[in-house]
């Protein structure tokens, strides 16, 4: 059965990205075992991410100039960009530009997931949003050893813990992996 995950690294002090939007604060932190994440993006037929997080990673990755990237990071995959604003996408890439209330989309996305989960990339708005609507399924956090003074937050909403139920808890490397299941209507 197909399931709505959101899955992110964070900061100890619950921050998804630095003031500068930046995830490069991430990379000073040595990466799980690599099988962790091949594993998760076997299971995974669609990816979900908001515009400045799609924008993020086409500057970091120089995904524009070197579209021949684009499957190494996500291969064959569908992406869904929720935007409001017209955004370039790598050539050969299948990147689907929506706007609106995700409900709206939602139809297309599980479509184009198939019988595979739908990873919800980030940002934290665009998950609570999925979250708002009660969509999504899974919460996988990968909490690195390290603060940040500001920036973009994991969840910019409050979540009672009635809605989040711990279903495992993992060292992977420097990173303490939670698995939340969301619970629809709270316990």
Same mark, same amino acid.
């Given at each position: ?27 000073? %932190? *040595? ?25 993020? %990673? ?17 291969? *064959? ?13 790598? *050539?050969?890439?299948? %990147? ?46 990968? %909490? ?25 808890? *993992? ?17």
């Amino acid at each position: 059965m197909t399931r709505i995950i959101f899955s992110t690294a964070t900061s100890i002090n619950g921050f998804i990205a630095d003031e500068h939007n930046s995830l490069e604060w991430l990379f000073a %932190v *040595e990466p799980p075992p690599p099988e962790h994440h091949e594993r998760f993006l076997d299971s995974v037929g669609v990816l979900v991410e908001g515009s400045t997080t799609y924008a993020w %990673v086409l500057a970091f990755e120089g995904l524009i100039e070197d579209p021949g990237k684009w499957p190494t990071l996500y291969g *064959e995959r569908p992406t869904f960009v929720f935007t409001s604003r017209d955004l370039p996408i790598p *050539e050969g890439a299948d %990147v689907r530009l929506v706007s609106g209330d995700v409900r709206a989309s939602i139809d297309r996305i599980r479509e184009a997931a198939g019988a595979r989960d739908i990873w919800v990339v980030g940002g934290g708005d665009l998950a609570g949003q999925f979250l708002s609507a009660g969509l999504l399924d899974e919460i996988q956090l990968a %909490v690195a050893p390290a603060a940040l003074t500001g920036g973009a937050p994991l969840l910019p909403l409050r979540v009672g813990a009635d809605r989040l139920v711990l279903r495992t808890v *993992e060292q992977q490397g420097q990173f303490a992996v939670l698995t939340y299941d969301v619970e629809r209507g709270g316990r």
